[in-house]
């Protein structure tokens, strides 16, 4: 079987799964499970098989004519790169752990046919997007993962916070689309094409007339479908979702998306510095801000969602200093130990029986009760915090290393300034990223307390999962150094001085974090001793629920009446922690600019249409009604009426007959 047959197979193996799987939903539920599982399960191994052929050499394309549009053409076809074949892995490997995973977390769920064929079509879509040599057929993917989230993220539709962050979701998603749409129109004017190969020569031959707006347009789309500052403010409330979805979206699918394809078409963005500076600017804002942010946060899946966020702005600076190898490797390397962190959760929500790290730093004894995610968590938060030798460290190191190029003038694809802008807020995350990484540990892991409730021992499909994840989240990173041809021949181990200074930054972050909740646990423990009465936490009253029941309760449950004295981050941020609790009101500002104005004009429309519009229409007609009313007084059914009716009538002509012959 030739590469492109097995590449073929690989998207539409889940696409087969998801359509068979809602097919027999309901009439044969037992095979649900098996087609939730074996395609996807055996779409990662035909993408292995398929990286292993490809070898990080040239290029494989195949492509034939979709459908003549009359101008531009639209090819079905395949674009194989080292960056297209590795991300595929990493998506087909993810997918297959949520998948495995799914099946114990949600297994008395009435709802997962439908979601588990949901899964199987949102992981076939991003196959397509990784796959695809040609920009109609990826915008055919892309926006078939966009209301994959919809229905995903609104899974737990009774709740009003899924039903919100479904649409929030949705529609920001979308308000970046409209320009990316413009974007890739424009650019397939100028090269003549929609193939990502034609594309990439007109701009190496300088056929595209303006770089600087088609780059600009396309990165409007990028930031709503990557969650990019300012269009970021989706992914948090994302959380109203299962776990395994958040797993899926923030390792391997829809966030990926806009990073991938600015990777495979960076060639039109370092075509315009200008492009290249807005987007350093932008991953700068995005890191620090959501860095923030996630260490004011008490919600253990927001904290992962603003990591999310952050980690998510490396990888654009990566690209805004012109090194996609970088970008790819740490989008590969973040979605091993995301994945990984994620689905730790659900297993931490379960058995602590809420998401508030309030409520388990209130706690005792949830690392005895859940070993599996206590070790594994440990690791991925690790990675996380890119402490040495674990992948993080490898991968963020790659992108301070070709930032600290581009800033010293070794490197001229980007302007210095993007560099110095990408490195600068780099160092800065990297600490902030130890610090929120060591928070959520010591809170979730070290509370001080009443014991962990006994929330019965998660499934075996759950903890085996984390284990399988583990492994990449410890080993990717020692591969970099033979990674090289895959990654279009750009160097990926880290310098002596990005090394020390990342990791200096980290371990400062950590310990500074780690003796400051030394400090606020003292402090809460004197309170606690002088309080008349302790609150208890809360947390679901169903030991032997299902894990996606307890997070499905969870979600709505009150958060602790009083503030964590315990909670390094209050201390640390000081008067920073409110705004950055709340996403530093940007979901108000948001409101304020655009959400009221919009609502305003449409009452505005709606006065308008009811008061006048209407007003002319029913006017129209009960003038018509009124003309009617005064005739039917003539309709009597008395024919004496009728005859002396037509008698005066006939008289008044007759007199006015003799009156025009009089005159005339």
Not at 90 to 98: D, R
Not at 103 to 117: E, N, W
Not at 165 to 180: E, Q, R, W
Not at 294 to 302: G, N, V
Request: net charge neutral; hydrophobic share 55%; proline share 6%.
């Amino acid at each position: 079987m030739t590469t492109t047959t097995l590449a073929v197979l690989v998207p539409l193996l889940p696409f087969l799964g998801a359509v068979a799987g809602l097919l027999l939903g309901r009439t044969a539920p037992g095979f649900v499970r098996p087609l939730a599982v074996l395609p996807t399960l055996a779409a990662a191994v035909l993408a292995v098989l398929v990286a292993v052929r490809q070898g990080g050499g040239k290029p494989i394309t195949a492509a034939t004519l979709l459908t003549p549009t009359g101008s531009v053409p639209i090819d079905l076809a395949l674009y194989l790169d080292g960056f297209a074949v590795l991300v595929a892995v990493l998506v087909g490997i993810v997918a297959s752990c949520v998948q495995i995973y799914s099946t114990g977390y949600l297994r008395d769920d009435p709802r997962y046919p439908s979601y588990a064929a949901l899964v199987s079509l949102f992981t076939s879509a991003m196959l397509l997007v990784v796959y695809s040599g040609d920009l109609m057929v990826l915008l055919v993917g892309w926006e078939i993962m966009g209301i994959c989230s919809y229905f995903l993220v609104g899974h737990y539709w009774e709740t009003p916070e899924a039903r919100a962050a479904s649409l929030k979701a949705f529609l920001v998603t979308k308000l970046g689309d409209v320009p990316f749409l413009f974007g890739l129109f424009a650019l397939a004017v100028d090269a003549k094409t929609f193939s990502i190969t034609g594309i990439l020569r007109a701009v190496d031959n300088g056929l595209i007339d303006h770089p600087t707006l088609v780059a600009l347009l396309l990165l409007a789309g990028v930031a709503g479908k990557s969650a990019q500052f300012p269009l970021h403010t989706w992914l948090p409330d994302a959380m109203a979702g299962p776990t395994p979805v958040s797993a899926l979206i923030h390792a391997a699918t829809m966030v990926a998306a806009g990073i991938y394809f600015i990777a495979r078409l960076l060639p039109v963005f370092t075509a315009s510095a200008a492009a290249l500076v807005v987007l350093a600017v932008m991953a700068a804002v995005t890191m620090v801000g959501s860095a923030l942010a996630a260490l004011a946060q008490d919600d253990i899946k927001r904290v992962l969602a603003y990591s999310t966020i952050g980690q998510l702005g490396y990888m654009s600076g990566a690209l805004a200093v012109g090194n996609s190898g970088a970008a790819v490797f740490h989008l590969i390397a973040h979605g091993a130990f995301k994945a990984l962190l994620f689905l730790g959760a659900g297993v931490i929500i379960h058995a602590a029986g809420t998401n508030s790290l309030t409520a388990m730093s209130r706690m005792s004894g949830l690392a005895k009760r859940i070993p599996d995610a206590y070790w594994t968590m440990t690791v991925a938060l690790l990675a996380l915090a890119a402490i040495p030798p674990f992948a993080g460290f490898f991968s963020k190191e790659a992108v301070l290393v070709a930032a600290e190029h581009t800033a010293l003038g070794e490197s001229d694809v980007a302007p210095g300034a993007a560099g110095w802008t990408v490195l600068i807020a780099g160092l800065l995350t990297a600490l902030l990223t130890a610090a929120y990484a060591t928070r959520l540990w010591l809170l979730t892991f070290r509370g001080r307390g009443a014991e962990a409730p006994d929330h019965g021992k998660q499934p075996l499909a759950m903890n085996t999962v984390l284990w399988v994840l583990a492994i990449p989240s410890i080993g990717l990173g020692l591969t970099a150094g033979y990674l090289d041809d895959w990654f279009g021949g750009q160097p990926l181990s880290p310098t002596v001085t990005t090394a020390v200074l990342g990791t200096g930054v980290a371990l400062v972050g950590g310990l500074v974090t780690y003796g400051t909740w030394r400090h606020t646990t003292a402090l809460a423990a004197r309170a606690r001793a002088a309080a008349a009465a302790v609150e208890q936490p809360q947390t679901v009253p169903h030991p032997d629920a299902e894990p996606g029941l307890v997070e499905a309760e969870a979600l709505h449950m009150p958060r602790p009446a009083h503030a964590d004295l315990a909670d390094p981050g209050r201390l640390l941020l000081g008067p920073l922690h409110r705004p950055a609790s709340a996403g530093f009101h940007l979901d108000a500002v948001y409101r304020t600019l655009f959400v009221r104005p919009v609502q305003a004009g449409a009452e505005l429309v709606r006065f308008l249409d009811r008061e006048v519009v209407d007003t002319y229409v029913n006017g129209a007609g009960t003038g018509t009604n009124w003309l009617g009313r005064l005739v039917r007084l003539a309709q009597t059914g008395n024919v004496q009426t009728y005859l002396g009716a037509l008698l005066a009538g006939s008289v008044v002509l007759a007199i006015a007959a003799v009156l025009v012959a009089a005159g005339a």
